[in-house]
């Protein structure tokens, strides 16, 4: 079954199901999520893993970019999944994911089991700064029914930056949770590369050309160079004002095309966490970060 037609399925069967409790529904509709997700893994060449808001739009664009040069594709393609791979087979399925919903449908809570033969491409992001920018995705791009089913703040709850980076479900508390999860699984999966986004703004030509590099498709220098420029911060948010890319949905879109703070690509800062706290409230969050594995390079003002 095709995975469009999984995703139908699902629609359909969480309509039929309304009028179960709300837990049941919750857990129905994450293990159909997993179901479709399970399916994509085990056809993908390679696997990008990292929790939202770490800057997996900004790689995707600049992979996408730079496998259309490789394979001689319109540039409004964007990578998803299989869709690249179908035009140019010498191209690889990647499985973009957060083990979000597969581990409702694996079992697997802790370990990292399903993921074994393959390759993985881990994105992390000082947990600081992605909870700020969750907080934004939260208020003005995320559906209802996504905050139900991933225990996010309730639609509509008043809830201010600083209580929802406090969150554990949300927040810092479970960011730092789940990287040292992906820290202790790494030993085990062995073929992992983790790429920091602050790497990433500080020189993308090198981090893409490792990632490449170590998928297995390799680019030259000037196929990097171009896919680099073509994701830089200013043509990202014109693409994004344009609906530029093809098929895309709400991915590379603004929730309100008159709210900044809307935008898919926001800030693009490295340690822009600063701007909203205050010295109190950054020596708190230190303290949290101060738990994280040290593998990641981060915590104190390391970022």
């Keep these: 079954m095709a995975d469009k037609a999984r995703a139908a399925m699902r629609i359909l069967i ?7 409790p709300a837990e049941r529904r919750k857990r ?7 179901r479709e997700e399970y399916k994509k893994l085990q056809r993908a060449d390679w696997v990008l893993m990292s929790w939202g808001k770490s ?11 730079a496998y259309q040069l490789i394979g001689g594709l319109d540039e ?32 697997n809570w802790e370990s990292k089991e399903h993921f074994k033969g393959k390759r993985i491409v881990l994105l992390v992001r000082d947990p600081r700064d992605v909870a700020v920018s969750q907080f934004f995705q939260w208020q003005f791009r995320m559906r209802p029914n996504k905050k139900f089913i991933n225990d996010y703040p309730p639609h509509g709850a008043d809830i201010g930056v600083w209580d929802f980076v406090l969150d554990k479900d949300a927040g810092v508390p479970r960011i730092v949770d789940y990287f040292n999860g992906w820290a202790r699984a790494i030993p085990e999966l062995k073929d992992v590369l983790v790429v920091r986004y602050e790497d990433m703004r500080a020189d993308p030509g090198a981090v893409l050309a490792q990632i490449l590099a170590f998928t297995g ?10 896919a680099v420029e073509f994701a830089a911060y200013d043509n990202m948010k014109k693409m994004e004002q ?11 879109k603004p ?40 593998i990641f390079g981060y915590g104190g003002d390391a970022a």
């Excluded at 129905?28 to 997993?34: A, C, N, S």
């Design 28 to 34: 129905l509709e994450r293990w159909l999520r997993g």
């Design 255 to 294: 929730g309100d095309k008159d709210n900044p703070q809307s935008y898919k690509v926001r800030k693009a800062k490295v340690g822009g966490y600063r701007d909203y706290f205050t010295d109190e409230q950054c020596a708190q969050l230190e303290a949290l970060v101060g738990e994280l594995d040290p």
């Design 55 to 65: 800057g997996r739009t900004w790689l995707r664009v600049m992979l996408s970019r």
């Design 217 to 226: 498709t390799p680019a030259s220098d000037a196929q990097v160079r171009e």
């Design 76 to 107: 409004r393609e964007l990578l998803d999944f299989d869709n690249l791979k179908a035009r140019a087979p010498q191209l690889p399925a990647v499985f973009f994911t957060h083990n979000n919903y597969l581990r409702n449908y694996t079992g």
């Design 242 to 252: 344009d609906k530029f890319f093809k098929g895309s949905g709400a991915r590379v």
């Design 14 to 20: 969480m309509a039929l199901c309304f009028w179960l």
